[in-house]
């Protein structure tokens, strides 16, 4: 039987815990003489903004940046926007309510109390970043404006055109800049942690490799917060940034912080489909366009062929024989069902051989209602940059008129297709946001807690402000003042030795392989079979298939990886090669957890476990638990599974229904 694990929620009905909570802050005397450090891992939105929270509270925070800018961090490729309870729309929005549609978007797999509280601060977000001048979009009247969003039946998405992400990190960034003017912040840019340094039980440091000299540097903290995001560039093809990785959390992975439902993996819906096999990344179209754009494929199997070999362009298809499939399917919720509801449905039609571009694997995102009810330059100004993007990418304009039959109007469709996005699963922690490892924190997408199977559109940017600005800054606290208030640890102790050796010795055993393959040859590899195996739709078969392959791979990568150049200075194929190694690891662990759960969920779909209509059928008497893993000693060696029961007080667990 699988160990029980104890997330310490504070006790008491859920709608009281924050509440509770909030009486035993305890804060730190900016003008007390003994500082005290921390180090906070990432500047991306959750990073940056527990960066410059805690330096204006009086700590003295290191920050590490794996780029030459937090301006650069992949937050600012959350284009759609950042849910908050403010109900501006009197539609009957309220923090219960959002806390109800985030529970039930996770499929009833999230921890309540953590997403109640997510909820609750999500107003005072907003607030905070109107008064940092973030440009929300308003209405005629000045007040901000709303749209809805997947998985809500109402309005509660701030938004800032299609560059909302980038916005709330440049009001991030400035905060974080007058926190580095006043000498309560130094920031470290090219930097990236390769281990963290444990000193009698407890997170005291880091070993950070500087990526323009590569030379191992040690840093010592009275606390370590790591900000790093998600994993879903283990499948190589995702909508990251390239930059995009795991290593920092498989290293607090390693030393003993246990990583929390690993299978949950969000496909996104919107994504620009793949158009040959030499990409490197894929683009994703903001889910805000689901507001105003219809997804179809052809009701007629002869039409779907004439697109896929060209003769046709989905403008030549009426209005009558297009199949709008999550209207059909789904009345009461339309175009703007749950991402992993969305996903499924399109993979689906596709399968059935409806896909529109020459693959098979595409349907079409229409605008052409919206564009004649509404006008081109209103769905312009909603959408515009998205537009061009998407125009740069493909040569389509899609606010372009293409056809007209029989007096309709239709402009150019894009053509969208599921693929790798955010990541659910994280490092495990409890409700003040640390992990196993006592004086280390996750917050933000590295962390597992708020989402559950499935992410809700909007609430990425909502979880990492809310923990960077909110949560972080006060329960870091907890464990400070609970502790004997030690002095800054010297870095010449042996554990910091004992680490920087470890990593040292590791860069020079990849270096030494000397084989033939690059880096992202094996790596293209693991994605496919990760896609193939792993992907959207699952099977025991399947994922026992995919395990053997990714060992096989990892034999591969440690006999006949190349590496070129040297490990001194700037070598950017050195620290994929690193990703990359914590890539298969996270590969494996994602697909010992999916075998482990006999059961569909959110993003993990077993094809053993669906409704007769192809839904997601869950098994809450054996799988309602988080399901962690805890590393062995060996990447060789199988994790073993530790379980945290869930419970829930304050809504009843069901079946989800987007149909009425």
């Not at 007040?143 to 997947?150: D, E, I, P, Q, T």
């Amino acid at each position: 039987m699988a160990k029980q694990l104890d997330s310490r929620i504070p006790e008491g009905p859920v709608a009281e815990k924050w509440t509770n909570y909030k009486a035993h802050q305890r804060l730190v005397n900016p003008k007390n003489k003994l500082k005290l450090d921390v180090i906070v891992v990432g500047t991306g939105l959750a990073g940056a903004s527990a960066a410059a929270s805690l330096g204006e509270m009086g700590f003295n925070v290191l920050n590490f940046c794996i780029q030459d800018s937090p301006r650069r961090a992949h937050s600012i490729a959350a284009q759609g926007g950042i849910n908050a309870a403010k109900n501006y729309q009197n539609d009957g929005d309220s923090v219960y309510r959002l806390f109800y549609d985030t529970v039930k978007g996770g499929d009833y797999r999230a921890r309540e109390a953590n997403v109640y509280r997510l909820a609750e601060v999500s107003n005072n977000i907003i607030d905070q970043c109107v008064a940092q001048g973030v440009p929300f979009a308003r209405e005629y009247g000045g007040m901000l404006a709303n749209r809805s969003f997947g998985g809500a039946q109402v309005s509660r998405t701030f938004y800032a055109k299609g560059q909302t992400g980038q916005q709330l990190l440049l009001g991030a960034y400035s905060a974080l800049s007058c926190q580095i003017h006043a000498g309560r912040v130094k920031l470290y840019t090219r930097y990236e942690m390769e281990d963290v340094v444990v000193v009698d039980g407890r997170a005291r440091g880091i070993i950070a490799k500087n990526l323009v000299s590569g030379k191992l540097e040690r840093f010592s903290a009275n606390a370590v917060v790591i900000a790093t995001g998600g994993y879903g560039n283990t499948y190589f093809l995702s909508t990251n940034a390239m930059g995009c990785n795991c290593s920092a959390a498989m290293a607090c992975y390693r030393k003993g912080a246990y990583f929390a439902n690993p299978s949950y993996v969000q496909i996104h819906p919107t994504c620009i489909p793949v158009h040959g096999d030499k990409q490197s990344k894929l683009t994703l179209m903001s889910e805000s366009l689901r507001n105003d754009g219809r997804i179809w494929v052809p009701k007629k199997i002869e039409d779907a062929k004439a697109l896929q070999a060209g003769t046709k362009k989905g403008s030549d298809i009426p209005e009558e024989d297009r199949d709008y499939y999550l209207e059909r399917r789904y009345p009461a919720f339309g175009n703007l069902v749950p991402r992993d509801v969305a996903s499924r449905a399109a993979k689906e039609r596709c399968d059935k051989g409806f896909g529109v571009n020459n693959t098979g694997r595409a349907v079409f995102l229409d605008f052409s209602e919206s564009i004649e009810r509404l006008g081109i330059d209103v769905v312009l100004q909603r959408y515009g940059n998205l537009f061009d993007m998407y125009e740069e990418i493909t040569d389509v304009n899609p606010g372009e008129l293409a056809n007209e039959i029989n007096g309709v109007k239709y402009y150019n469709p894009m053509m969208i297709y599921p693929a790798i996005h955010y990541t659910m699963g994280g490092i495990w922690v409890d409700y003040e946001l640390m992990t196993t490892i006592p004086g280390l924190f996750a917050i933000g997408e590295c962390n597992f807690s708020d989402h559950g199977a499935n992410r809700l559109g909007a609430s990425a940017l909502m979880q990492g402000l809310a923990d960077g600005y909110f949560v972080l800054p006060y329960t870091i606290q907890n464990y400070l003042a609970d502790q004997k208030i030690w002095p800054r640890l010297s870095t010449d102790l042996p554990e910091f030795a004992e680490a920087e050796k470890a990593v040292g010795a590791e860069i020079d055993r990849l270096m030494g392989i000397h084989g033939k393959r690059s880096v992202d040859s094996i790596h293209k590899e693991l994605g496919h079979i990760m896609w193939e195996y792993v992907g959207m739709g699952r099977t025991a078969e399947g994922l026992k298939t995919g395990l053997d392959k990714i060992k096989k791979l990892r034999k591969e990568f440690e006999t006949n990886l190349f590496i070129p150049g040297t490990k001194e200075g700037l070598n950017t194929e050195l620290d994929k090669a690193i990703h990359l190694r914590d890539f298969i690891t996270m590969g494996e662990l994602i697909a010992y957890d999916a075998l482990s759960r006999n059961e569909s969920c959110g993003g993990h779909f077993r094809e053993e476990y669906q409704t007769e209509e192809g839904e997601a059928k869950r098994d809450d008497e054996n799988y309602f638990y988080v399901g962690c893993w805890e590393y062995q000693g060996s990447d060789e060696k199988a994790p073993e599974l530790i379980k945290e029961p869930l419970e829930y007080e304050a809504i009843k667990v069901q079946t989800r229904n987007y149909k009425d």
